[in-house]
């Protein structure tokens, strides 16, 4: 399941930093948001999600903000560790008829020590 | 472990052949959901199943084609193989339709010569 080789923006941060991971989503009638951490050799992982009537949700060391006026998703790692080195997806739910889950593209994250 | 489990991990097989993909999906989860990640297009919607029945449809070309039995597992047949098929497929499992936390299996990396 890696995500290596994949042509995919990078952030590299230094271990203890903060991380902020963006995105932009395509639909504005998307009401549900999730972001997915992927390591090499695995499938994604669900980290964190957001609904459209909040703005902000904390989880474990990560918080997911969302800005609906410019269709925008963040998600916050603080005191990122080396273990969080991966790729990271946002996806939300889009209703074309019918309800389906669309990734972003993705972000690979490095955390040196 | 997600508990979504996929078969084989890894194929290579040549142009013009078919394969098969499987997905047993995690205990009690009635949704089966498969994506193709490749190189440039990132994670790619596919297909979706709920309870047997083909419930949403994404980018999935005539070629492919996927069931889900009544014990739920599922499985993706990709027939006439180009190399352009080469990528990982991905099986994901929920309880329900969209709207909760989907757990994605390890993949089946298919390489096509």
């Known amino acids: 399941g890696e995500s290596v080789g994949l042509h995919l923006p990078t952030l590299s941060v230094q271990e203890g930093d903060n991380s902020i991971i963006n995105c932009a989503y395509s639909n504005s009638a998307s009401d549900y948001f999730i972001w997915y951490k992927q390591e090499s050799g695995k499938g994604p992982q669900f980290i964190i999600d957001i609904r459209s009537n909040m703005d902000k949700r904390q989880g474990q060391r990560v918080t997911v903000l969302l800005n609906k006026t410019v269709k925008h998703l963040s998600l916050q790692i603080a005191a990122t560790q080396p273990g969080d080195s991966a790729v990271y997806f946002c996806?939300?739910?889009?209703?074309?008829?019918?309800?389906?889950?669309?990734f972003g593209t993705g972000t690979r994250l490095l955390v040196s020590p | 472990d997600s508990g979504v489990t996929q078969t084989p991990k890894h194929l290579i097989t040549a142009t013009g052949q078919r394969v098969t993909l499987r997905c047993s999906p995690r205990s009690g989860d009635l949704s089966v959901y498969w994506y193709q990640q490749s190189l440039d297009q990132g994670l790619q919607f596919l297909i979706h199943y709920y309870n047997g029945e083909e419930r949403a449809k994404g980018n999935i070309l005539e070629r492919f084609s996927a069931q889900q039995f009544p014990d739920l597992h599922s499985e993706l047949n990709l027939s006439s193989l180009e190399l352009g098929d080469s990528a990982l497929y991905f099986c994901a499992s929920s309880s329900g339709t969209l709207g909760g936390e989907l757990f994605f299996g390890e993949g089946s990396r298919l390489t096509v010569l």
């Open positions: 996806a939300e739910i889009v209703n074309t008829g019918f309800q389906k889950l669309v």
